[in-house]
């Protein structure tokens, strides 16, 4: 399958199987679109009638071209994996999204975790955060790097609790021949020296939580004391950016129907000197106020393309900064497996409630429908783990059809539930958008290679 698009001045063939990327001229652009179905007298008819400056023995080139690139497995390509190659391979555990407080110090109106607490509230024990370890270390088979995201709630509202579980997997490692990076999601609020220092000592990555400019970010993440959190939290990740020197983080933000103008938002963050920066549509059940519709899809499709115009102009004036979902390597990427399974919910991955329960991510936790079972005893919802295994794109007619299906790897299972009430559905709005983000990281990497082509 080949997916062809217009954007920025380039023309831009995709090969979704192989992954090979054509930059080509208007000529090339329109012939490689009718190549395989019309097939090479008729397209030889469009080109010659289409374009004046194209001669004939040119044309018969150009066709000959196209067919040594599909004999090369650059055009028109099939997939070489079926579903069963899928879903028999059964990996190891090698991630927690440990929930170490389901309480929270703000109460931001989009939460899909109902304001923190996920219905129930509570901090988990070092004891349950200590079998948790143990159960990754267990489960993880011959992996040797591991990993552990501190999320919540707010996980600074448990903070001891984080120190010691990263002591503990730290103590494990030279026996267990396991290597563990951590990240620690917050709202910051309770940031200090001592968060600062122990994070930029052991936390590989950290993820600051803030929506923007100050009238957008004060409006959904009020304190709970009353009030926006703004210009509490934004001093204090500053500091904490600049003293991680270079390591990794990320401010993350959330957009909804309020701020459809989200780049703005993106631009904001950057302006503050944030230069690794994260925008997600809000997660939210059908019908929610802020919630985001297919109605929104071409003012969000504006905006993407905006962003990435924006950032090019940004980067060759010096003041580039890294947005998530642009970040596309061409090179490598993740094996055929990932590709096509996902980010690997309810197998790979699993999130730990303050009790110890286990669920297939935190976005699942205090569902009684998704418990998989607990640090303690293991997994022991075998159906529930099987039926994450088997969802796929090549469980999902649509995404075999799908010019993007080797990019996302069905999407992610909580937006399909929350859109669809099963795993294995389509969230279509969420498709839409991946779809466009990656046409602009596509085109924002041919920039890179060949210059800027905006009229």
Request: glycine letters at 10%; aromatic letters at 10%; charged letters at 25%.
């Amino acid at each position: 399958m080949i997916h062809c698009y217009k954007l920025n001045g380039f023309n831009i063939v995709l090969d979704s199987a192989s992954g090979s990327i054509h930059s080509v001229d208007d000529v090339a652009y329109d012939a490689i679109r009718m190549f395989e179905s019309a097939g090479k007298e008729e397209t030889l008819k469009h080109i010659i009638g289409t374009f004046d400056d194209i001669t004939e023995p040119e044309a018969w080139q150009l066709l000959s071209d196209i067919e040594e690139l599909r004999r090369l497995g650059k055009l028109y390509t099939a997939d070489r994996i079926s579903a069963a190659d899928v879903k028999e391979r059964r990996a190891p555990l090698k991630a927690l999204c440990m929930n170490v407080s389901h309480m929270c110090n703000m109460v931001c109106d989009y939460c899909f975790a109902g304001k923190g607490d996920y219905g129930g509230g509570g901090l988990m024990p070092f004891e349950t955060g200590k079998r948790a370890v143990d159960f990754l270390v267990k489960n993880s088979g011959d992996r040797t790097n591991l990993y552990i995201d501190f999320f919540g709630g707010e996980p600074l509202m448990n903070w001891g609790v984080v120190k010691e579980i990263v002591g503990y997997a730290r103590s494990l490692e030279q026996d267990a021949g396991k290597r563990f990076s951590f990240t620690l999601t917050t709202n910051g609020l309770l940031i200090d020296d001592d968060v600062i220092e122990f994070s930029n000592k052991e936390m590989d990555n950290v993820v600051l939580s803030l929506d923007g400019r100050p009238e957008v970010n004060d409006h959904s993440r009020k304190l709970a004391a009353g009030g926006g959190s703004y210009s509490k939290i934004v001093p204090k990740f500053s500091r904490f950016v600049k003293e991680r020197e270079g390591k990794e983080y990320y401010i993350r933000g959330t957009y909804t129907r309020r701020n459809l103008d989200f780049v703005n938002d993106i631009l904001h963050l950057a302006d503050l000197g944030f230069n690794m920066i994260s925008m997600e549509p809000v997660v939210s059940p059908q019908g929610a106020p802020n919630g985001l519709g297919h109605d929104c899809l071409p003012a969000l499709s504006e905006q993407y393309e905006l962003l990435a115009r924006k950032m090019i102009r940004r980067k060759k004036e010096g003041r580039g900064f890294t947005f998530y979902h642009y970040m596309l390597d061409l090179t490598s990427g993740p094996c055929v497996y990932k590709r096509f399974a996902g980010c690997g919910v309810g197998t790979e991955y699993l999130a730990v409630a303050p009790g110890g329960e286990l669920y297939p991510c935190h976005q699942f936790v205090g569902n009684a429908g998704f418990l998989m079972g607990d640090v303690f005893s293991g997994v022991t919802n075998d159906k529930l783990r099987d039926e994450f295994m088997g969802s796929n794109i090549c469980s999902r007619a649509e995404c075999m059809d799908c010019w993007a299906r080797m990019y996302c790897g069905g999407g992610c299972a909580a937006g399909a539930y929350n859109a669809t009430e099963s795993i294995s559905g389509v969230y279509r709005l969420g498709c839409e958008l991946f779809k466009k983000r990656v046409e602009c990281a596509i085109m924002m990497k041919l920039v890179d290679i060949v210059g800027n082509r905006e009229s």
